[in-house]
């Protein structure tokens, strides 16, 4: 048997992919399992995105490889819609980088900065590809806790009192996945400050802006951001294309140029299809953006209900995809996750195993939370039949206000 690489070790299968397995088997062998894992919109794209790409289909151009850059008129309508929403602007031609969703673009930006032993200053919680993929470039991740009493927001001074001399690269997530919490501009200038004294490369992960959010910010917005930061987003939660893989990076020329001297390495080009509808999305008015929100107020609210019902705190003044709930201490997340999916066949997720290991979330599949409310206890969670008890799981649930 040949060996997997030494830096296989470092690393697990991601979550999802390794707990899908498990609801799978379930529902291979009967169980009729809800899915309240992953955030994956469930609305369907703007009619004219569809259009767009089915248009495609004939062009002749359509099949060939594609630009490593992506095609001017997207490159063009990324620029624009930065302009129009951000009052960032940008070069379509040097500073902007379309991608094959925006998790690619975590990979392609450490293997252009990152060396053995680099260190990466990494939310907690966060996202967990961001240290799987520092773990693989043999970097190391330095964890910094994000908490309630600071807003969830980074301590610039606790971070000050550090060794960051061996830091090159930050990541933040803003509006924050999972708590919903926002960076205001006058924090984005200390981290562009934070950063420029020293010499860190910020990156701004930032496909939430319109969820819920009547204040789209960009970290690019602040003066002299560009020489330290760049900026991630994606058009899978704003414009329900999450299947599409449709993401940007975007940044001064000389980071843009490192990115693509990798990326042009690992693809052959976005399908020209994909382009077209993607340029097409980010042309949609203001009343999309107010339909899609329409939704999900309506959403959040019976995610609020629900949160009520498990008596839960929880705080109505954030954006995003998500309600960041606490729940009374009794389980732990992972006990209470496994619990409820071989008793209950109901999947949720941790925000990260390995990470504030007493949170956890629920995606809103909405038609599943309409039946939570229309029946006591339907799916006999705690074998009562007599309504919602106080949910004994861990300490804090992560609950989604997705779908």
């Not at 390995?354 to 799916?379: A, G, H, K, T």
Request: hydrophobic content about 40%; charged content about 20%; some cysteine.
């Amino acid at each position: 048997m040949i060996e997997a690489a030494n830096r296989l070790q470092t690393v697990e299968e991601y979550y999802f992919s390794k707990k899908l397995r498990e609801v799978n088997l379930l529902i291979a062998s009967g169980k009729p399992v809800i899915n309240l894992g992953i955030g994956s919109p469930d609305m369907q794209p703007p009619k004219k995105v569809l259009s767009a790409i089915s248009a495609s289909f004939e062009n002749p151009i359509a099949h060939k490889y594609q630009s490593y850059q992506g095609i001017p008129e997207l490159k063009s309508a990324i620029a624009e819609f930065y302009k129009e929403h951000f009052h960032v602007n940008l070069s379509p031609s040097t500073e902007v980088l379309p991608l094959m969703g925006s998790k690619e673009g975590i990979m392609h930006i450490s293997m252009a900065f990152l060396n053995p032993g680099d260190e990466v200053l990494i939310p907690n919680p966060g996202y967990p590809t961001y240290q799987a993929v520092t773990k693989l470039l043999d970097a190391k991740p330095v964890l910094y806790d994000l908490n309630e009493d600071s807003n969830w927001l980074p301590d610039l001074n606790v971070l000050e009192k550090r060794d960051l001399s061996n830091v090159k690269l930050m990541w933040i997530n803003y509006p924050h996945m999972p708590t919903g919490t926002q960076a205001s501009h006058a924090f984005f200038n200390e981290l562009v400050t934070f950063a420029k004294k020293h010499k860190i490369l910020i990156i701004n992960d930032n496909p939430y802006s319109f969820i819920l959010n009547e204040s789209p910010r960009s970290i690019l917005s602040v003066n002299g951001a560009k020489d330290v930061c760049l900026e991630l987003n994606s058009l899978s939660k704003t414009f329900n294309m999450a299947g599409w893989r449709v993401g940007m990076v975007l940044g001064n020329n000389e980071h843009i140029n490192a990115i693509l001297k990798v990326k042009s390495n690992m693809d052959s080009g976005m399908f020209y299809g994909i382009q077209k509808g993607a340029v097409e999305a980010l042309k949609c008015s203001k009343l999309w953006y107010l339909s899609l929100n329409s939704v999900y107020e309506q959403r959040r609210e019976l995610i609020w209900k629900l949160a009520d019902a498990l008596n839960c705190t929880y705080d109505k003044n954030t954006s995003g995809l998500f309600v960041w709930a606490k729940l009374p201490p009794f389980f732990k997340s992972e006990e209470f996750i496994d619990t409820v999916l071989k008793n209950n066949h109901i999947f949720i997720s941790h925000v990260d195993p390995n990470q504030l290991v007493d949170y956890c979330r629920f995606l809103n599949e909405f038609p599943m939370i309409l039946s939570y409310f229309c029946s006591p206890d339907p799916y006999n969670l705690y074998g009562s039949g007599a309504g919602w008890p106080k949910l004994y799981g861990s300490d804090c649930i992560y609950i989604i206000n997705n779908t």
